[in-house]
């Protein structure tokens, strides 16, 4: 069985994508099975790996709304033994979108539980934010890696984070564990 690891930090621009990307791309280099899925409408994580991602026609949005199943926007192979469901713009209308379907916190654990064999590890790219799109992510996830920028105001942050992986637990994942913290960002300069 898989281990599904969310990278989330409520916090923009602390470095979730690139540790996705480089975790993701280290695991896969050791020969494991790795599935990415960019749950940020960014994007940056598909665009990160060589996807256009205004050409695709079928992503984790398509899913999340019931136009497509999971297979139909699973690009497999993007790189040996490293597989992406891609993201795009279209993404940021889900909030919308979910908001009076029943069970909608768990919408991508549903499709991904019926895959999650295939690979040794699911990367869940999440948005930097503390929405319904980040929950989906921590409900379908066995733990959490926090990427933490390296000065005093993220660990303001970090405590909201923390609070919110509480209640998931609590309420929703209640095999949810904190993987760890990554530091990102880090100079010889900075005190922390």
């Known amino acids: 069985m898989s281990r599904i690891i969310a990278i989330a930090n409520q916090k923009g621009g602390v470095g979730k994508t690139t540790t996705a990307i480089n975790l993701s791309s280290c695991l896969a280099e050791k020969g494991k099975k790795v599935l990415v899925i960019d749950m940020d409408p960014q994007g940056n994580t598909t665009s ?3 996807i256009d ?15 497509c199943l999971l297979e139909e926007c699973l690009l497999e192979n993007v790189f040996n033994n490293l597989s ?3 993201s795009n713009v279209n993404l940021s209308g889900a909030e919308i979108e979910l908001m009076d379907i029943e069970g909608k916190e768990y919408i991508v654990r549903g499709q991904v539980n019926a895959i999650r064999d295939n690979y040794d590890f699911v990367i869940i790219d999440c948005p930097p934010s503390l929405s319904m799109l980040t929950v989906n992510a921590m409900t379908t996830a066995d733990s959490i890696i926090v ?4 000065e005093y105001y993220a660990l303001e942050g970090l405590s909201q984070l923390i609070h919110t992986i509480t209640l998931v637990k609590k309420r929703l994942n209640p095999n949810l564990n904190i993987e760890g913290v990554v530091f990102t960002m880090y100079f010889a300069r900075t005190k922390l």
Not at 53 to 67: D, R, S
Not at 147 to 150: G, K, R, T
């Open 48 to 50: 990160g790996l060589g």
């Open 53 to 67: 991602k205004n050409e695709l026609e079928n992503t984790i949005y398509e899913m999340i709304i019931g136009e």
């Open 84 to 86: 992406l469901i891609p």
């Open 147 to 150: 990427p933490i920028q390296c």
